[in-house]
């Protein structure tokens, strides 16, 4: 099955730095690639997600790219700002026999003031 | 708000028991998923339903099952309760079946097993 890899498991930056996190996944025929935010004590809510069709995507202050050769996919987080300051879970899945989305272990971004 | 509601929020029992988790999906969404939460263990998933009908199904032990019923609504039950199902369980619901649909988590059942 699938297996997805995230590094790194803390991450702390200055507000107003730029944060980076990266995954790898391991089968080729994933094609979906979202990542959530949680933060302390509530639910994963979806912040990004890139299809396999496209290489980048943005949206504000947060990208997501993609190297499908490579499995690989990072999410970049410009202009940091405290609010920031989660757990960040990269997941793939692959169509058809369901929606299996298998996650990364998660990064714990602090941004400090 | 995303829509999709769990109850209960926390659930206290001891090892052994049998407890039953329940989710309603979002509005229109026909595909409800199960997902464990522990601090060493990240968010795994458990089990996919769509339309009433398994669509795919994760790691998910064989005291544990679930099912979703005509009204879309689903439950999953725990059964002969050990120590280490102590978790919390999001469920989540999505309007596709198949792999690239979004998926919009429930606030979560924080399961404590004494």
């Known amino acids: 099955g699938e297996n997805v890899e995230q590094h790194p498991s803390t991450l702390s930056v200055q507000e107003g730095d730029s944060a980076v996190i990266k995954c790898t996944y391991s089968?080729?025929?994933?094609?979906?690639f979202p990542w959530y935010k949680q933060e302390l004590g509530k639910r994963p809510q979806l912040i990004i997600d890139i299809r396999s069709n496209v290489g980048e995507k943005k949206d504000q202050r947060i990208a997501v790219t993609l190297n499908k050769t490579a499995k690989h996919f990072s999410l970049h987080i410009t202009e940091t700002q405290p609010e920031d300051s989660a757990v960040y879970f990269c997941a793939a899945s692959t169509t058809g026999g369901g929606n299996k989305l298998t996650f990364g272990t998660g990064t714990q971004l602090k941004v400090e003031l | 708000d995303s829509g999709v509601t769990q109850t209960p929020k926390h659930l206290i029992t001891a090892t052994g028991q049998r407890v039953t988790l329940r989710c309603s999906p979002r509005s229109g969404d026909l595909s409800v998923y199960w997902y464990q939460q522990s601090l060493d263990q990240g968010l795994q998933f458990l089990i996919q339903y769509y339309n009433g009908e398994e669509r795919a199904k994760g790691n998910i032990l064989e005291r544990f099952s679930a099912q979703q019923f005509p009204d879309l609504h689903s439950e999953l039950n725990l059964s002969s309760l050990e120590l280490g199902d102590s978790a919390l369980y999001f469920c989540a619901s999505s309007v596709e079946g198949t792999g690239g649909g979004k998926l919009f988590f429930g606030s979560g059942t924080q399961l404590s097993v004494l």
């Open positions: 089968d080729s025929a994933s094609n979906y």
